[in-house]
């Protein structure tokens, strides 16, 4: 599998198998500059990637911004740009985002899943990204607000979509059991799941994924490296963004050992595993530099023989 093969979704759109996040973009835990973000972006379509995500958390509406200055010089109709709705930016001069280092500090996030929430977030997200379309439209995180997403958001976005102002409807998430309702309940096209479809945590495997793929609902996996894990196995490494225990640091460096012995790395493996579930059909992972994306392509376009997969079920 290649990172630039193409996968037609349930609605039409095409993406590639390897797909840009952006929450970088934002400043996530380090701090980056215009021009670091608008090379990175380049050098992934440059690569083949067309699939590029973010949303308004991602920097206070940071990420967007440059995302939107990166594609000025680019084709957008060859490109496929999801967001999201859910927080809407409204002013402050109190809000300092000790995350995002880059976060646009005159504004704060405000949940709000409601149809003029919707509207308003679509609206501003276009401003901010200077496009007149967006492709791909995510409820962002309705942990505590399930029922508005479902019977307030949800009946939104499906006008939304009929009026052509967007060609999918999405749910964002990395928990199982809401997007499991959505997929149950509403007639939504995807599913974006972070970090829970790993190789240290298979729990979309339960139910969310199989049913994904009974009502034909295209899932996105993200979170593939579960926050940093996955990539350095270490003392001191993050799961989910908090400190990893050290039973998950013990068992992220069993599956390493038993990737070494096949001389494939562990990031290329984390990257590669999600695509063996039929319900999966891109990986979304997050850069913040060219040389990110160029390491990514490299780990995520190397064959993977099945018996590495084989000896993984063990542990896995």
């Not at 290649?2 to 840009?20: F, I, K, N, P």
């Not at 007639?187 to 970090?195: F, H, K, N, T």
Request: proline fraction near 3%; charged fraction near 25%.
């Amino acid at each position: 599998m290649h990172h630039s093969d193409r996968v037609r979704l349930r609605t039409g759109v095409e993406v590639s198998r390897l797909a840009l996040g952006t929450a970088a973009f934002g400043g996530l835990f380090a701090s980056v500059s215009n021009q670091q973000c608008y090379e990175t972006l380049h050098a992934a379509v440059d690569s083949g990637i067309n699939f590029i995500d973010t949303a308004p958390h991602y920097g206070k509406g940071r990420s967007e911004v440059r995302v939107g200055n990166a594609v000025k010089s680019l084709d957008a109709n060859q490109l496929v740009i999801s967001t999201k709705i859910g927080r809407l930016l409204v002013s402050s001069n109190t809000d300092i985002d000790d995350f995002f280092l880059d976060a646009d500090n005159s504004v704060e996030r405000k949940f709000d899943f409601t149809a003029a929430g919707v509207r308003a977030s679509f609206e501003s997200s276009l401003q901010r990204l200077g496009v007149d379309h967006i492709d791909i439209l995510f409820i962002h995180d309705p942990d505590d607000h399930a029922d508005d997403a479902v019977l307030k958001a949800y009946p939104e976005l499906e006008r939304m979509r009929s009026e052509g102002l967007i060609k999918a409807i999405g749910i964002g998430m990395n928990q199982t059991a809401i997007p499991t309702r959505f997929v149950r309940e509403t007639d939504i096209d995807m599913v974006l799941i972070a970090g829970r479809y790993s190789l240290l945590d298979q729990s979309a495997a339960d139910e969310l994924l199989p049913l994904a793929l009974e009502r034909g609902v295209d899932v996105i996996a993200a979170g593939v490296f579960n926050s940093g894990i996955l990539a350095n196995p270490v003392k001191g490494a993050t799961y989910d963004y908090m400190p990893a225990s050290d039973e998950l640091i013990t068992r992220a460096q069993r599956i390493r050992e038993i990737l070494d012995s096949h001389e494939v790395s562990l990031t290329g493996a984390a990257m590669q595993f999600p695509l063996q579930h039929p319900a999966v059909k891109s990986v979304l992972v997050g850069c913040r530099s060219v040389d990110e994306v160029v390491k990514n392509i490299e780990e995520f376009d190397k064959e993977i023989p099945n018996k590495v997969w084989e000896d993984l079920v063990s542990v896995l």
